[in-house]
């Protein structure tokens, strides 16, 4: 009885084993590099997402740091979402529980081309080198 009890553990295991292994890895990403500015200076932070134009594959994005991006994503065709939010000196909202302080407000102080309403594009391509520059303006 121990025999069929180990053979049983063993096919088990076995097929344990197989389910996890391989598989689809899903679509090939490739890297993409940047710089973001803003009236000619660095953005400091900031979160950049490359949207599919089309809406059939998955985005990617990443931050933005001191006008620096890096991340990975699929190729194609891109609508480029950056957003930047900061304090607003003075002003309060409630915190996420009842019992929890006010916390400072944000806004989000890029102008709305650039993310709710973006213009801003760029092609992703296998062959790379898929570095893109930026350069907002706010005035």
Known sequence: MKTVAYYLML?????????????????????????????????????IIFRDAEGKAASGAGKIEQGAFSFET???????VITANREIPGKTVAGGAPDEPP???????????????TTLEAEVSEAGPNEFTFELKTK
């Open 11 to 47: 096919a088990c295991t076995a097929g344990v084993l197989v389910g996890c292994g391989g598989g689809d890895a899903g679509p090939t990403t490739y890297p993409v590099t940047g710089k973001v500015t803003v009236d000619g200076e660095p953005l400091a932070e900031g979160n």
């Open 74 to 80: 699929v190729a194609g065709k891109k609508a480029v």
């Open 103 to 117: 916390v400072p407000a944000v806004e989000q102080y890029l102008p709305e081309e650039y993310n709710e309403k």
